[in-house]
């Protein structure tokens, strides 16, 4: 199916990779103050989802038959991309820096290319394996692991159970062929993916455990309800919305790449809430992710097509 132009798509996915940068810097103060990644995560995907389903459902009109054909893809999405993703994000975050645990998460465009060659038979071309070593490289630079930056291990492994949910992410939201509206599949995964955390929290299998009281933010105290509203409106309802309006003009390898510049993003707020200043290095690296970038739309072109190998 043929795409629309890419400019559009392009605005959309980064002011997605904005919106999703910030929630790492939200979530880090709360967790230091006592709340567990289960509650953050759940209160974030619940608000969301309440913002976000009157417009999936204005978007869907009434074509309810279109949301039951989909239902697999929409429990996939909320299941993995949404719960899944966002959970073990958080609970890697508890334990390492969140830019670290943002590096290891975003191999998933890395897995976004190795799935569209094995299960569609587009495999990359030269230009595309180029794109992904440099931005690759740009990641390296600005988390300033070269210096000798170490990951832990039980962080290192929640970043890369939330790269597989990233992966599935970029892939759903691409796939156009469901006909669900953007608005609507977001707004579908996030009450999916609430109804799912809020279940386990019921059960006792997800500890639920926030915090009173002011939280501080670079020196400024501020009330719990502020940073967990932003969670909700500005970290799903607009991230998700944007993000899979963006994976349908750009296709999900593309797409996957450009929101590479959430790290980027997540530096900035990291720098804005947080109080870490970036250096020049890190500015340096995210010039070369935005080159990686560049690459890989270039190699769009080159994409050749072959039988899948996963039949």
Known sequence: MSRPGHGPGLGLALASALAFGMSGSLARPLLDAGWSPGAVVTLRISIGAALVLPLGLRALAGRWGLLRRALPTVVLYGLFAVAGAQFCYFSA????????????????????????WLAHGQRPGRLTVLGAAISALGLLVVLDLFSGAQFDLVGTLWALAAAIGATVYFVLSADDDTGLPPMTLAAAGLVVGGVLLGLLGLLGLLPLHAVAGDIDYAGLDLPVWLPVVLLGLVTAAIAYGTGIAASRRLGSRLASFVALGEIIFAVFWAWVLVGQVPVATQLAGGALILLGVVAVKLGERTIEHEEPVLV
């Open 93 to 116: 975050v508890q334990t390492m820096d969140v830019a670290a645990a943002l590096m290891v998460e975003y191999t998933a465009p890395a897995l976004v290319v190795a799935w569209m």
